[in-house]
């Protein structure tokens, strides 16, 4: 589980990653990244919308994102990540999510 300082909290912070990150896509989920070279830890934040599935479909997703950031947190400083799943994260098993993640995460951050 993600601790509370590596988690987007606030809708602008969300919106900031968004628009001005750079974004890296696959078929499952599109990653956006942004140093913002900040001295604070690495944040991550989710975006998980109905497209997806039900209510119990995107909180198993949520949780499986929140699992893979948690295996990625030796990352620098004042980075900031936003993963939206695509509908296609449903029926992905881990594995592939973790892939996705670690994929994007070495284009955009090492």
Known sequence: MLARPHRLTRGSDYRTVVR???RYGGP???VSVLDTG???PVRFGFIVS???GNAVTRNTIRRRLKDVCARQLPLPDGV???IRALPAAATAPFTE???DV???VARGVR
């Open 102 to 104: 670690d994929r994007a």
């Open 20 to 22: 001005r990150g750079r």
């Open 28 to 30: 499952r989920l599109i």
């Open 50 to 52: 109905k497209q997806v």
């Open 97 to 99: 999510l973790l892939a």
């Open 38 to 40: 900040e001295e604070r």
């Open 80 to 82: 900031d990540l936003v």
